[in-house]
């Protein structure tokens, strides 16, 4: 899997959106974007993905760069519950049978 | 989705010794996926399970150290062998669903060797 980079950590406010950014630079043709999130004392869980489009979905959303080279996962409204380390990782089309490779990640910090 | 039970959920060891954690997944998954987090630090994967054959081990991984079974479909078995205080992490199993290959993890184990 290619190599992404994210901040260590960002803080919001309690119910304002939060732009959580990715580069991914070497990203290639058949990567996708995908975003997991580790809250406290739980296992990671799929967010989102995309390839090319924005993407929407009921937990946030992805904007791609035309390039593709960085993303940005938002979540709409922030709340308490979303204080999390947040992963961007890029994964291959052919690579369902592989285990993704997780970074460090970006720590949410969410003000109330 | 996929909904994945673990056990132990967690348990204090004596260094020396060994402990098998189970994984149970609630329907038929061809990989199955064993990851180790360390206190602090991000995800790394130990293997991957496949039923049928041997399991394939990350680099720094060995199979003496972690054996794997994978007995049918839907559960897999990550044992720590010969246990020593680094060996203290949460140990996850995962597996992948769809067609880019979403994963689903377990709540994990977390294991703590005195």
């Known amino acids: 899997d290619a190599k992404t980079t994210q901040p260590n950590s960002m803080e919001s406010n309690e119910e304002e959106p939060v732009h959580l950014p990715c580069n991914h630079s070497t990203i290639s043709g058949t990567d996708y974007i995908h975003w997991y999130r580790q809250l406290p004392s739980q296992g990671p869980e799929y967010v989102i993905h995309?390839?090319?489009s924005n993407v929407n979905n009921r937990m946030a959303s992805l904007a791609i760069a035309e390039d593709r080279k960085s993303s940005t996962l938002i979540l709409h409204r922030a709340t308490l519950r979303d204080a999390a380390v947040y992963y961007c990782?890029?994964?291959?089309?052919?690579?369902?049978?592989?285990?993704?490779?997780f970074g460090k990640g970006t720590h949410l910090i969410i003000q109330p | 989705s996929a909904v994945i039970s673990q056990k132990p959920s967690r348990d204090i060891c004596q260094r020396g010794t060994s402990l098998t954690i189970q994984c149970q997944v609630d329907s038929q998954v061809t990989m199955m996926f064993w990851y180790r987090q360390q206190p602090g630090q991000s995800l790394t994967l130990i293997a991957t399970?496949?039923?049928?054959?041997?399991?394939?081990?990350e680099s720094g991984f060995v199979i003496d150290k972690f054996p794997i079974s994978r007995p049918n479909l839907t559960f897999s078995t990550l044992t720590v062998s010969n246990m020593s205080p680094e060996d203290s992490s949460i140990y996850l199993c995962?597996?992948?669903?769809?067609?880019?290959?979403?994963?689903?993890f377990g709540e994990g184990s977390r294991l703590t060797v005195l």
């Open positions: 995962s597996v992948s669903r769809g067609r880019t290959g979403e994963l689903f």
């Open positions: 990782i890029l994964r291959d089309t052919g690579g369902g049978a592989d285990g993704l490779t």
């Open positions: 995309g390839l090319t």
């Open positions: 399970a496949n039923q049928g054959s041997e399991a394939t081990y």
